[in-house]
C-alpha cells in the first residue's frame, strides 16, 4: 500500500483511535517539545496484540511512556491492532497523520509494516521495540527508525538458574506464546541456565501457537492446559514467555501447588490473585518500559540518531530478575556469579534452540 492508501485508510481510522487517547493530566505538557520543535509533547504507541492490559509487555510499554510524559509533559495516544494485526499499518500512519512524534511500535510484529510507514513519514520519528532497523534482505528500514532491541536471552538464562536451583527433582517447563525466533530467544537462554546448573536438567518445552499466529499471547486457557501436563509429568518450575497468557500458566502452577517464573514485568505485582502471587517465584524483567522512556527523552532533546538500535541488556540493566516476593533470596549469591560471568563475556548464551 503506497503513501496515499496508507494516509485515506489512516483518515478511517482516526475516530476509533482517538477514543483510545490517554492524555496526560499534566497541566506542564505546554512546556514539552516535539525532538527541537515548538509544540507539545505527543506521543504515539501502537501495541502489540492484546493492546494494553495485557500486564506485561504492552503494559511496561505504557508504564515508559507515561513516565516520560509525567517528566517532561504531554500525551500519549493509543493505538491497538484488530485480532488478526491487518490494521498495523494503517495505525502506525494514523498516528504519524495526526501529527503525534515519536511513533513507537511495540513488538515484531511491526517488522513488515514500519519501514514502509517511516518511507511515507519521514519528519517522523519511529522506534520499534523487539524490532532492528536492518530488515532481513540487509536494508534498512529507514534512518528515521530506532530498534529498541533486549538481550532476553541473557535474562532467560538467569531464569534458567533459578529453575534449576528451585527444582528438587531436576524438571522444569517452559511456554512460548508463539513460535518465533524472539520467543525461541527466551527458550535458548532458559535451556543454557538450567543445564549450566544441571546438565542433566529435563526440560519440557511446548508453544501456544506456531510462526504466524499472535493469538498465543493471548490464550490464557491454552496456557493453562499447557501448563497442567507439564506439572502433572512432573515439572516443578513453569516459564512462560507468552504475554497475555501468562496467567493461565499462573493458575496451573496454584491448581498443582508448584511455581511459574513471570516476564517482562515484575508479574507478582501485577497479578491482583494473592494465590498468584504465591506461586511467581521471579520474572524474568525487560525493561520494556526503561527503554521507551529513555527513547523518549532523547527524542525531546533532540538526541537521537535514528537508523540504528539501542540494546538493552544485563549490563545496562535493561534486563533483570526480580525478587519481589523473596522466593529466590536465598540464591542471589548463584544468581550475582552468573551475571558477572555474562557481563564479563565469560559465558556465551545461544539466541536459537
Given at each position: 500500500m503506497g503513501k496515499t492508501g496508507l494516509r485515506a485508510t489512516a483518515l478511517l481510522l482516526a475516530g476509533s483511535l482517538a477514543l483510545v487517547g490517554c492524555a496526560s493530566d499534566d497541566?506542564?505538557?505546554?512546556?514539552?517539545?516535539?525532538?527541537?520543535?515548538?509544540?507539545?509533547?505527543?506521543?504515539?504507541?501502537?501495541?502489540?496484540?492484546?493492546?494494553?492490559?495485557?500486564?506485561?509487555?504492552?503494559?511496561?510499554?505504557?508504564?515508559?511512556?507515561?513516565?516520560?510524559?509525567?517528566q517532561l509533559g504531554g500525551e500519549v495516544q493509543e493505538f491497538t491492532p484488530n485480532e488478526d494485526g491487518s490494521?498495523?499499518?494503517?495505525?502506525?500512519?494514523?498516528?504519524?497523520?495526526?501529527?503525534?512524534?515519536?511513533?513507537?511500535?511495540?513488538?515484531?510484529?511491526?517488522?513488515?509494516?514500519?519501514?514502509?510507514?517511516?518511507?511515507?513519514?519521514?519528519?517522523?520519528?519511529?522506534?520499534?521495540?523487539?524490532?532492528?532497523?536492518?530488515?532481513?534482505?540487509?536494508?534498512?528500514?529507514?534512518?528515521?527508525?530506532?530498534?529498541l532491541l533486549f538481550a532476553e536471552e541473557e535474562g532467560s538464562f538467569l531464569a534458567g538458574v533459578a529453575a534449576a536451583l528451585k527444582s528438587p527433582t531436576g524438571h522444569i517447563g517452559f511456554i512460548g506464546g508463539v513460535e518465533s525466533p524472539l520467543i525461541q530467544k527466551f527458550e535458548a537462554g532458559y535451556v543454557a541456565g538450567a543445564t549450566a546448573v544441571n546438565p542433566a536438567i529435563r526440560i519440557d518445552v511446548q508453544y501456544i501457537s506456531p510462526a504466524g499466529d499472535f493469538s498465543g499471547f493471548n490464550a490464557p486457557d491454552r496456557a493453562e492446559d499447557l501448563a497442567?501436563?507439564?506439572?502433572?509429568?512432573?515439572?516443578?518450575?513453569?516459564?512462560?514467555?507468552?504475554?497475555?497468557?501468562?496467567?493461565?500458566?499462573?493458575?496451573?502452577?496454584?491448581?498443582?501447588?508448584?511455581?511459574?517464573?513471570?516476564?517482562?514485568?515484575?508479574?507478582?505485582?501485577?497479578?491482583?490473585?494473592?494465590?498468584?502471587?504465591?506461586?511467581?517465584?521471579?520474572?524474568?524483567?525487560?525493561?520494556?518500559?526503561?527503554?521507551?522512556?529513555?527513547?523518549?527523552?532523547?527524542f525531546e532533546a533532540g538526541d537521537v540518531q535514528g537508523g540504528t538500535d539501542v540494546l538493552n541488556d544485563l549490563s545496562t540493566e535493561g534486563i533483570a530478575l526480580s525478587t519481589t516476593g523473596g522466593q529466590i533470596d536465598d540464591i542471589q549469591t548463584q544468581i550475582a556469579d552468573y551475571t558477572q560471568q555474562i557481563v564479563d563475556g565469560e559465558i556465551e548464551i545461544p539466541t536459537t534452540p
Open positions: 497541566d506542564g505538557g505546554d512546556d514539552g517539545g516535539n525532538g527541537g520543535g515548538d509544540g507539545e509533547l505527543r506521543i504515539g504507541l501502537a501495541y502489540d496484540a492484546v493492546g494494553r492490559g495485557d500486564r506485561s509487555f504492552n503494559d511496561s510499554a505504557y508504564a515508559g511512556a507515561q513516565a516520560a510524559v509525567d490494521d498495523r499499518a494503517e495505525g502506525l500512519a494514523n498516528l504519524a497523520e495526526q501529527g503525534y512524534n515519536p511513533v513507537i511500535a511495540v513488538g515484531f510484529a511491526y517488522d513488515e509494516t514500519i519501514a514502509e510507514v517511516a518511507a511515507d513519514f519521514p519528519d517522523t520519528t519511529f522506534a520499534q521495540v523487539d524490532g532492528a532497523n536492518e530488515l532481513p534482505d540487509g536494508t534498512s528500514k529507514g534512518d528515521n527508525v530506532t530498534g497442567d501436563v507439564m506439572y502433572g509429568d512432573g515439572a516443578e518450575v513453569v516459564f512462560h514467555a507468552a504475554g497475555g497468557s501468562g496467567t493461565g500458566v499462573f493458575a496451573a502452577a496454584v491448581t498443582a501447588g508448584k511455581l511459574a517464573i513471570g516476564v517482562d514485568s515484575d508479574q507478582y505485582n501485577t497479578v491482583d490473585d494473592e494465590a498468584q502471587k504465591a506461586v511467581i517465584m521471579t520474572s524474568m524483567l525487560k525493561r520494556v518500559d526503561n527503554a521507551v522512556e529513555a527513547f523518549i527523552t532523547e
